[in-house]
């Protein structure tokens, strides 16, 4: 969920079931940093695993809840992509934040527009969402040189 939507670990654990927009594909994110509201893009494989955990858990108030109701916490959170990466034997670094950088790295590499980047992730300063600009090796191999453009 945090990947697919490029949330802060605070904005997941306050949303609430209403705040998806399955016909639209989209989340809607209250009162992130900056005490703004905006949405973001929802992947559908996200979405289906959402209905699969709703069928299974019957969430009062908040979209993830704790064994005993209320929010969801940031440790468990943490806990689980921690125990997640220890299964799948991933050992870089990583955090819970890094799913979020992942996002919008993915986003640019892409193609998607940095504007539209910074909508999704809720940045007020295109200087802020310019960090996912650096350069990945990976597309500069893919990158045609004007050289290879003359006929020889």
Request: glycine content about 6%; proline content about 1%.
């Amino acid at each position: 969920m945090i990947y697919s939507a490029g949330l802060r670990i605070s904005e997941v654990i306050n949303l609430r079931k209403e705040d998806l927009l399955r016909d639209r594909g989209l989340l809607f994110v209250r009162q992130s940093k900056g005490r703004k509201d905006r949405y973001t893009k929802l992947a559908d494989n996200a979405l289906r695993l959402i209905d699969a955990y709703l069928e299974e858990n019957n969430p009062k108030q908040y979209l993830f809840e704790g064994q005993y109701g209320g929010r969801y916490s940031t440790t468990s959170i943490r806990n689980v992509l921690h125990e997640a990466k220890q299964k799948a034997a991933v050992t870089t670094r990583g955090s819970v934040h890094t799913l979020r950088h992942s996002f919008a790295t993915h986003l640019l590499e892409n193609g998607t527009d940095l504007r539209y980047i910074q909508e999704l992730l809720g940045h007020e300063s295109s200087r802020t969402t310019e960090i996912y600009t650096h350069v990945s090796n990976l597309n500069l191999s893919k990158i045609t040189s004007p050289g290879d453009l003359i006929k020889i």
